[in-house]
Each structure stands twice: as structure tokens, then as C-alpha cells.
T-cell receptor, first 113, second 111 residues
Framework: EAGVAQSPRYKIIEKRQSVAFWCNPI?????LYWYQQILGQGPKLLIQ????????DSQLPKDRFSAERLKGVDSTLKIQPAKLEDSAVYLC???????????FGPGTRLLVL | SQQGEEDPQALSIQEGENATMNCSYK?????LQWYRQNSGRGLVHLIL?????REKHSGRLRVTLDTSKKSSSLLITASRAADTASYFC???????????FGRGTSLIVHP
């Protein structure tokens, strides 16, 4: 069974630029999560989808971050414009249903200069 | 906000010793999960324990849950150098189905 795929693996941009991350969850998983993990900290949930509907996005900085999950499968997370403090690893995870085991992708390491 | 908080923040042991790390949380939960993250890699699920369970085992891992104390512990027996990683607990805050991770315990196992 293929795992959660993410791309790109690394991205370096300058502040005020925009960037997009892509996630392909495990086939059949209804729940998809995007996390931000700053160095030395635990992952912080940005947004949680159930199929193509948003379950929670209370910690998503909506003035600059947006996410969508078209057709309840792949998802993209966008940052526009980026700030220095957005430098982090962005992790995507999926689970068959909410509250169950999450399967994480390798993450995208973002550096904002 | 962070629901689960791991303790200690860092732990250094010799190969063959046991490692114990703890997680405390603030509100009621439906389940609690432990994850491992190796340097530069994604998170890997270790064990899920539900609120009506008190103990679960998986290989060299033993997890306990005390809902009266709002705490959980992860025991790794006969540790190996390959166990070197950060360990995180994740809870669904207030039974909300929304996962919240702690800051993690950094474990170093010296060969």
C-alpha cells in the first residue's frame, strides 16, 4: 500500500512570495490533515478535512494560508504572502476516519528568507 | 494550544536500559496516541489507547493511561540505538476529534 505522498520535499523562497504544497493521501482515507511543525516543537494542526469538507481550521492563519481538497482526495496548502516565521516543516497526514491512526507523509521543509 | 505535554523534554540512556516518558493532558479525551519522529523524517504511529483502556503493548512498547490523573506513559524496554528519536503524544482535545500534539520527548540511546 502506498503511503502519503507530499511534494515538493524542500522549498526556499523569499518573504512575500507565494508557495504551494501538494498532498496525496492513502487511497480510501476520508480524513486529511495539514500540520505545521516548527523546529523543536510538536506538529500544530492547521486544517482537517473530512472528505472534501473542512472539520477544523481554527489555527489556520486565513489572511495568508489557504487549503483545499478537491473531490475529497488530493489536497493543496498555499501560503501567500509568506513571512519569515512560516519557515517550518509542513506535514500532511491521512486516516481512514477521524480520531484513528494518522499516517504521515515525509513533509515539505520550507525556508523563507 | 497544546493539550498533551511530554515529560521529560530530553532523555539520554544506554542501550539495553528502559526508557519511560510521560504525557499529561488537560481535558477529557476519546483516545491518546504515541508517535515517533526520527531526525529528518516524518512521524510514525506507535500505539493508540482508548479512554476505556488502561494498558496496551506492542513489541517492546508498553503504554498506560490513567484518565483520573489525565496522564499516559510510554515505556520502551531494552532500548536500542535505533530508538533514538523524538516521541510525541497526541490527544483529541475535549473529545473533539481534533488531534493536538505535545512538544515531545527527545530520546537518545547511546550504543
Amino acid at each position: 500500500e502506498a503511503g502519503v505522498a507530499q511534494s515538493p520535499r524542500y522549498k526556499i523562497i523569499e518573504k512575500r512570495q507565494s508557495v504551494a504544497f501538494w498532498c496525496n493521501p492513502i487511497s480510501g482515507h476520508a480524513t486529511l490533515y495539514w500540520y505545521q511543525q516548527i523546529l523543536g516543537q510538536g506538529p500544530k494542526l492547521l486544517i482537517q478535512f473530512q472528505n472534501n469538507g473542512v472539520v477544523d481550521d481554527s489555527q489556520l492563519p486565513k489572511d495568508r494560508f489557504s487549503a483545499e481538497r478537491l473531490k475529497g482526495v488530493d489536497s493543496t496548502l498555499k501560503i501567500q504572502p509568506a513571512k519569515l516565521e512560516d519557515s517550518a516543516v509542513y506535514l500532511c497526514a491521512s486516516s481512514p476516519v477521524a480520531q484513528e491512526t494518522q499516517y504521515f507523509g515525509p513533509g515539505t521543509r520550507l525556508l523563507v528568507l | 494550544s497544546q493539550q498533551g505535554e511530554e515529560d521529560p523534554q530530553a532523555l539520554s540512556i544506554q542501550e539495553g536500559e528502559n526508557a519511560t516518558m510521560n504525557c499529561s493532558y488537560k481535558t477529557s479525551i476519546n483516545n491518546l496516541q504515541w508517535y515517533r519522529q526520527n531526525s529528518g523524517r516524518g512521524l510514525v504511529h506507535l500505539i493508540l489507547i482508548r479512554s476505556n483502556e488502561r494498558e496496551k503493548h506492542s513489541g517492546r512498547l508498553r503504554v498506560t493511561l490513567d484518565t483520573s490523573k489525565k496522564s499516559s506513559s510510554l515505556l520502551i524496554t531494552a532500548s536500542r540505538a535505533a530508538d533514538t528519536a523524538s516521541y510525541f503524544c497526541a490527544t483529541d482535545e475535549g473529545g473533539s476529534y481534533i488531534p493536538t500534539f505535545g512538544r515531545g520527548t527527545s530520546l537518545i540511546v547511546h550504543p
